[in-house]
């Protein structure tokens, strides 16, 4: 597991700004989600580790309805989802086709999955606003999933929204979308990441008092002996 409790609440007070600040430091470019934006207003920040599932274009011979009751099909995914996941679905930015509805909505929250991201779009929208499962995504279509889509699996590697995603990568999203952390800089990142965030939110506080920005962010020396004797009160 890469994710602890104590990793999981850090990362919680976290924005995702922040976040891909931190893995750019360490040389990562593509970590947030092209395309994944909250379905609600109401949605707080979640933390959890990646199950993938993979769709590819439809091919007319397996995309339909008769596929759903299928072994290999989105609810026998849904099925074998942990709970506190959050699934990460790889529609490849197609919008022409819903790959979940309000029905199977409901079912991930019943199964306590924390939220879905996606690239692509969701069908029923109001209705799965209604089961309350957080959801980013890329807007909503009234066309089923067959009608664009194939699925062909989960738990393997994916990209969603230009980003490779591996089951048991950290996710994180928010107002600013989604954010893949892989597995292995998770507990780096969550350390700096909060450091960078105090950081951030005593330099705004500097610049609200009217400090100019050259020297300050980033900091210079001077700047940096003035935010370690601040970090000395706390």
Request: glycine share 10%; aromatic share 2%.
């Given at each position: 597991m890469s994710l602890t409790s104590d990793?999981?609440?850090?990362?919680?007070?976290?924005?995702?700004?922040?976040?891909?600040?931190?893995?750019?430091?360490?040389?990562?470019?593509?970590?947030?989600?092209?395309?994944?934006k909250p379905l609600s207003?109401?949605?707080?920040?979640?933390?959890?580790?990646a199950f993938t599932l993979r769709f590819v274009p439809a091919r007319e011979d397996l995309a339909t309805p008769a596929s759903w009751a299928s072994p290999k099909s989105t609810r026998g995914a849904i099925e074998a989802m942990p709970e506190?996941?959050?699934?990460?679905?790889?529609?490849?930015g197609i919008t022409s086709a819903g790959i979940f509805g309000d029905i199977l909505a409901m079912r991930m929250f019943k199964r306590n999955v924390q939220a879905l991201v996606t690239d692509g779009v969701m069908r029923d929208a109001e209705g799965v606003r209604a089961t309350k499962l957080p959801v980013w995504c890329n807007g909503a279509a009234a066309p089923p999933s067959v009608a664009g889509l194939t699925f062909v699996g989960w738990q393997e590697p994916i990209g969603c929204g230009g980003v490779a995603v591996f089951p048991g990568d950290v996710i994180v999203a928010d107002g600013d979308g989604a954010v893949c952390i892989p597995q292995v800089f998770v507990a780096d990142v969550a350390k700096e990441a909060v450091e960078q965030e105090l950081f951030e939110t005593w330099?705004?506080?500097?610049?609200?008092?009217?400090a100019a920005l050259p020297g300050l962010y980033p900091p210079n020396d001077e700047t940096k002996a003035k935010y370690e004797a601040f970090r000395k009160t706390r």
């Open positions: 990793l999981q609440k850090a990362l919680a007070s976290i924005s995702t700004a922040t976040i891909t600040t931190v893995l750019l430091k360490k040389g990562l470019r593509r970590t947030w989600m092209a395309g994944t207003g109401e949605q707080s920040r979640v933390v959890g580790e506190g996941c959050i699934a990460v679905a790889d529609a490849m330099a705004l506080d500097q610049v609200s008092k009217g």
